[in-house]
């Protein structure tokens, strides 16, 4: 039987750019960063505490990046994790909003994509 999700991929213009955001803003940790291909890398990362990885990758024409992701990240302080990006220069499209299912707030990478970050 299926027993986690290993990874999610997200869709980046510029490999470089996108490691620098999500570990230096979001505090990700690099897992592995090696040749995929002769156009690009296989770089994956680790949030701290969670089994889920993370792979920032170049789908070409296939994925384009931009756009509302269909993950959710969640904290147990969406406040203060949004006061925390903010601090590190990431753009708060929305909130943080309470609602009747918890708190949250809308963030974006470099590329435009968009994540909800909520309370778990």
Known sequence: MIRGVKFVSIPVLD????LAFYTEKLGFRLVTDQPFSEEQRWIELGIPGADTRVVLFRFGEEIKPGGQMNMTFWTDNVEATVGEMKRKGV???????KAGWG????????DGNQFLVGTK
Do not use: W
């Open 103 to 110: 708190t949250s707030a809308v963030f974006a990478d470099p």
């Open 15 to 18: 490999q470089d750019r996108a």
């Open 91 to 97: 753009t708060i499209l929305k909130g943080p909003a």
